[in-house]
């Protein structure tokens, strides 16, 4: 049962949802999202922060991101507003044999678009971008606690492949990680399901 998630919000044909990729930021766009992290990592975060970072580390941060040629940032957008992001992280090119293996991390959207399937639908763009640029197997991790997540990567065909007992440490509590991997194309001499 989940204990921890907000009550799901009416599904609303009004609202326009949209994913995409970002590349540079407009202050509007860069506003929201610093808005979208921060409150979601009062919420309870799951991507990393246990506290808000202040508006100029957020900053700063996101500037970065948008930098590092391994991070693919994309955003989730509710009514044309960044309501969360994710990141497909790219092996690094010396990893040869992990090559065909990428990873999407600090997947979150913010409690008040939460609902939507925004998620959802950010899950499948990051997939379809890893799918498109090569990679075979996506990988992600979560916390134990995290179980709308749980719910919604088991729901897309990720496997949970582990179980590491130290994963987070928040406010004195240890937490465990679950990791998970999709394949994305059959293997060689497999065929497609
Ligand atoms: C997990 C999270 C991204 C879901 O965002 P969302 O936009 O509300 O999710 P969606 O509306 O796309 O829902 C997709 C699926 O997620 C699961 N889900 C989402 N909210 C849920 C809830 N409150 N209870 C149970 N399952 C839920 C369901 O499987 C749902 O599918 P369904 O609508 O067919 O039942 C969001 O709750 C969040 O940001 N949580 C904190 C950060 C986090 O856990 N990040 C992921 C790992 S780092």
């Known amino acids: 049962m989940i204990t921890d998630a907000p009550p799901k919000p009416e599904q609303s044909p009004d609202n326009v949802l949209l994913v995409e990729r970002i590349e540079r930021f407009n202050d509007d766009d860069l506003h929201a999202l610093c808005e979208a992290t921060s409150a979601a990592v009062l919420d309870g975060g799951g991507f990393g922060w246990v506290t808000t970072p202040g508006r ?7 500037r970065g991101v948008l930098l590092v ?4 940032l994309f955003v989730a957008r509710l009514n044309g507003e960044i309501v969360g992001s994710a990141h497909l992280v790219r092996p690094p090119r010396n990893n040869e044999a992990q090559a065909f293996a990428a990873q999407m991390m600090h997947a979150f959207i913010a409690p008040y678009a939460r609902g939507h399937g925004l998620a959802r639908a950010l899950t ?3 997939e379809e971008f890893a799918r498109e640029s090569g990679y075979q197997v996506l990988n992600l991790d979560v916390r134990e606690t995290q179980e709308a997540a749980i719910r919604l990567y088991e729901s897309l065909g990720y496997e949970r492949w582990g179980v590491q007992p130290e994963y987070a440490l928040v406010r004195g509590t240890v937490i465990r990680g679950f990791y998970y991997a999709k394949r994305l194309r059959p293997r060689k001499g497999q065929s497609a399901e």
Do not use: D, S
């Open 69 to 72: 040629p391994e991070r693919v």
């Open 124 to 126: 499948l763009k990051v």
């Open 56 to 62: 100029r580390a957020l900053e700063t941060y996101y």
